[in-house]
């Protein structure tokens, strides 16, 4: 654990009218620190971060944020302490990159204001930050699935907060940009101290933040509780991943210029 | 950000095209006043308001051209600015100023005016009542089912406007078919012949009052058009923007319809030929929806009463004037990037 707790998810409970998603799910995320969140489609990761992000309510249980309570906090608390990153954002309209990253601003700017040359510059920090600088000014309908998926991340640093939760982040994206889009991420919790939650299918991103000595958790949702929380060595295991995931892996662990980084190989699925 | 030589020229051309057009529509028309006249008749008039001559040039430009003029870019203005107010709050590009049912709302309060009270003056506050009403059923509906709000409230537009159009067709079938019908059929097509200094001084201020809204929540609107969930993690208070955008849209298309009638197209258009022109950033395309919107109802206004004896009706004009130019627009630029 680096620094205190910036989200601390105390028993929650939820459900859609009569049909339980999840029950007492407790677990904290600090400051520097990756928390990623693996289960199988369907299992609730999705409604878990939409709970922390206000979007939703928890039927029991508390969801503490930089020590405020979401039920009773003021609506400007969670877009100043938490940015969001979608699986897939589909704009209807085709503003350019910059007009994107700007919106991250909108929490920090008075109601019936514009942006000004601040926000300008902070976003322009923001998207030299991922790369993507010399983008500005396209079209965000014309970029890849890849460069959309880091100017949403740079909007998401434009707004300035100390957690960023994303929702399979890599989902859609080649080959090439899943391994950029994860660069991006361990450098910025690396440099800026960001708390990341990141709900993903991939086991080996949790092995490729360890590898880069990130301080990361994995929790395995499985049946509407957690499997086992805590770091991925631990917890992601032949057994553990067969009990969640319904297939026989093999882990390896091969040397990365020095440091030794492990992978999940699936080896027999149950059809198979 | 585009340069700022740019957002000059654009600022200066969005202020200057609908001062020209409206001094343009002051000399036109069948009674033609040289531009110097106009400009001195104007003049003496903004100086001495009181010391009116009464020669017929006088008239024509005061009473009758000017007021016309500013109505038309009321109402242009205000169509164009609630449909892309519309389109970003809705996430659709083809939501037009007319989709919670106001212009549907406003039809009907204006035929159960003249049914009622047989004479066209009667329209304006049925109109706008109707017009604010019919929103705020769609409203009423859309909060149904939450889970959606923005698209149960397009739904809950579409279902109104149906309801307010059959309403409307009732109207029109027990009415008089030798007087109240015509009106009826003629208002529901949309002029500004009529329109008088007291119909500037009733449109306005809702129109107004509704454009200056929208300005003010202008660059909240490009957060809203990312979906509810993603505007509600980017910024707050997005239930109440939301609320702002759709009084102040409805507020201006009512106002705008309740005077001049239903004038269909540029609410739907406008917007994108402002997209196409400037981009999409509601910073900029929602002042610059304004003077598009203004410019082109001014410019048709003036089609509609020099093209033949009879003025056609305005929104017969729009459609038939507005497509070809749409096209060109379309091959020209591109679309840029939809």
Redesign the interface.
């Known amino acids: 654990m680096v620094g205190m707790d910036v989200i601390d998810v105390r028993d929650i409970t939820f459900r859609y009218n009569d049909k339980p998603v999840f029950r007492k799910i407790h677990f904290s995320i600090g400051k520097g620190e990756v928390f990623c969140l693996l289960g199988p489609n369907g299992c609730g990761k999705t409604t878990l971060l939409?709970c922390i992000?206000?979007?939703l309510k928890p039927e029991q249980g508390r969801i503490m944020v930089q020590g405020e309570d979401l039920s009773s906090c003021?609506?400007?608390?969670?877009?100043r302490s938490?940015?969001?990153v979608?699986q897939n954002?589909e704009?209807?309209?085709?503003?350019?990159v910059?007009?994107m990253v700007?919106?991250?601003r909108?929490?920090h700017?008075p109601?019936?204001?514009?942006?000004g040359a601040e926000d300008?510059q902070i976003a322009q920090m923001a998207l030299e930050q991922v790369g993507m600088a010399n983008m500005a000014?396209r079209?965000?309908?014309?970029l890849s699935g890849g460069e959309r998926q880091l100017v949403i991340i740079a909007?998401a640093l434009a707004?300035r907060t100390p957690v960023i939760?994303m929702d399979e982040p890599t989902a859609h994206l080649d080959f090439r940009h899943e391994f950029i889009v994860l660069e991006t991420i361990m450098n910025l919790v690396r440099s800026q101290n960001l708390a990341v939650i990141m709900a993903t299918h991939f086991p080996n991103h949790a092995f490729y933040f360890e590898s880069r000595d990130i301080p990361t958790r994995v929790a395995l949702l499985h049946k509407g509780h957690f499997l086992s929380v805590g770091g991925p060595r631990e917890v992601l295991t032949p057994d553990s991943i067969r009990t969640v995931y319904d297939i026989d892996t093999n882990i390896i662990t091969f040397d990365n210029n020095g440091t030794s980084q492990r992978h999940v190989i699936p080896v027999k699925g149950e059809t198979t | 950000m585009p340069s700022s030589l740019k957002i000059k020229i654009v600022a200066m051309a969005s202020i200057l095209a609908p001062l020209v057009c409206v001094v343009l529509s002051l000399c036109l028309g069948r009674y033609p006043v040289p531009v110097n006249r106009v400009v001195s008749i104007v003049v003496d008039w903004m100086l001495y308001p009181l010391d009116f001559s009464g020669d017929i040039p006088h008239t024509i430009v005061l009473n009758i051209r000017l007021p016309r003029a500013i109505v038309g870019a009321l109402v242009g203005g205000a169509l164009a600015v609630s449909g892309t107010a519309f389109q970003g709050l809705f996430k659709n590009p083809l939501v037009s100023s007319g989709i919670l049912g106001v212009s549907s709302g406003a039809g009907f309060g204006a035929a159960l005016a003249i049914l009622l009270f047989h004479t066209v003056s009667a329209t304006y506050p049925l109109a706008l009542c109707f017009g604010i009403l019919a929103v705020f059923m769609s409203y009423a509906i859309g909060t149904i089912y939450r889970k959606t709000p923005t698209i149960m409230l397009v739904l809950g537009g579409v279902i109104v406007s149906s309801v307010f159009s059959a309403l409307v067709s009732l109207v029109k079938y027990v009415a008089d078919p030798y007087e109240e019908l015509p009106a009826i059929v003629f208002w529901l097509m949309g002029s500004l012949a009529s329109a008088r200094m007291t119909d500037v001084a009733i449109a306005g201020p809702p129109i107004i009052l509704g454009v200056a809204g929208i300005w003010c929540v202008r660059f909240r609107i490009n957060v809203l058009s990312m979906g509810d969930k993603e505007a509600r993690t980017m910024a707050g208070h997005m239930g109440l923007t939301r609320g702002m955008v759709i009084v102040c849209a409805t507020l201006a298309t009512a106002g705008a319809v309740s005077v001049s009638g239903v004038i269909g197209w540029i609410g739907l258009i406008i917007p994108h030929i402002g997209r196409m022109l400037v981009g999409n950033d509601n910073r900029v395309l929602i002042p610059v929806s304004f003077s598009i919107g203004a410019t082109f109802l001014i410019l048709i206004d003036i089609i509609s009463r020099m093209l033949t004896g009879a003025e056609i009706p305005i929104g017969i004009l729009t459609s038939i004037c507005g497509a070809p130019f749409f096209v060109y627009l379309l091959k020209k630029t591109k679309g840029r990037g939809w």
């Open positions: 939409d992000l206000g979007i003021s609506s400007r608390h969670i877009p938490m940015a969001y979608p954002h704009s209807t309209f085709p503003y350019t910059t007009d700007l919106m991250g909108a929490a700017i109601f019936f204001s514009t942006p300008h000014e079209p965000f309908t014309m909007r707004q939760v």
